[in-house]
């Protein structure tokens, strides 16, 4: 089963609103990874995180990593239509680098 | 575009069948990943071949086989199918394998259905 956990599962906002999705591990994670994949597509990778407490900005999204490398966020600023879609964490766990990816977080974004 | 090509693209199979599915790499990458997808979950690792070794393997029965081919395509087969193995299959390949540069690049996939 997963051993990355990313909640939460479902997120409706309205256009403009901010977003939020968070990924957990209960081991240290090599790297944290995050990857978007819109509806009926395959994912693309967003961006790749390794340092603890890594920032990393992406226009209006907002990369973090924990200190203790066991949980990551991913923070859109003001939603467009365009961000809908499924964002996943995928994260390297007992010291690998091959992505374990969370369950992810599907994100629904209202006109 | 990532360059990464999967065929076929859709496959419907009866129970108890047997499939293989094809990825060709990006160019210039070494090491190919197979992930399959349920609906409503993520992908979940099958496992990954470098330079046509296995490189690591999740948590899959041994029906699940796979192959890598000297200019780094790859080949998933799948035996004895069952109802559960119905999911989209995805490619990944990336360069340099387990080296701390696992950014994927993912082909559009094989949706599989077994009836």
């Known amino acids: 089963g997963q051993q990355v956990m990313q909640i939460p599962q479902y997120q409706h906002v309205q256009e403009g609103e901010d977003f939020t999705t968070y990924c957990n591990s209960s081991t240290t994670l090599s790297n944290i990874q995050w990857y978007k994949q819109r509806p009926g597509g395959h994912p693309v990778f967003l961006i790749q995180l390794v340092k603890s407490g890594e920032v990393k900005k992406q226009k209006r999204l907002t990369f973090q990593f924990g200190e203790a490398k066991k949980n990551s966020s991913l923070h859109i600023t003001a939603t467009q239509t365009t961000d809908v879609g499924t964002y996943f964490c995928a994260g390297g766990l007992g010291g690998s680098y091959i992505p374990t990816f969370g369950r992810g977080t599907s994100l629904i974004v209202h006109p | 575009e990532t360059g990464v090509t999967q065929s076929p693209t859709h496959l419907i199979k009866t129970r108890g069948q047997q499939v293989t599915l094809r990825c060709s790499s990006q160019s210039g990458h070494n090491t190919v990943s197979w992930y399959q997808q349920a609906l409503g979950q993520g992908p979940q690792f099958i496992f990954q071949?470098?330079?046509?070794?296995?490189?690591g393997r999740g948590n899959f029965p041994p029906r699940f086989s796979g192959l890598q081919f000297p200019n780094y395509s790859s080949e998933l087969n799948v035996n004895a199918l069952e109802l559960d193995d119905s999911a989209l299959y995805l490619c990944?390949?990336?360069?340099?394998?387990?080296?701390?540069?696992?950014?994927?690049?993912f082909g559009s996939g094989t949706q599989l259905s077994v009836l």
């Open positions: 071949y470098y330079r046509e070794e296995e490189n």
């Open positions: 990944a390949s990336s360069l340099e394998g387990a080296r701390g540069n696992e950014k994927l690049f």
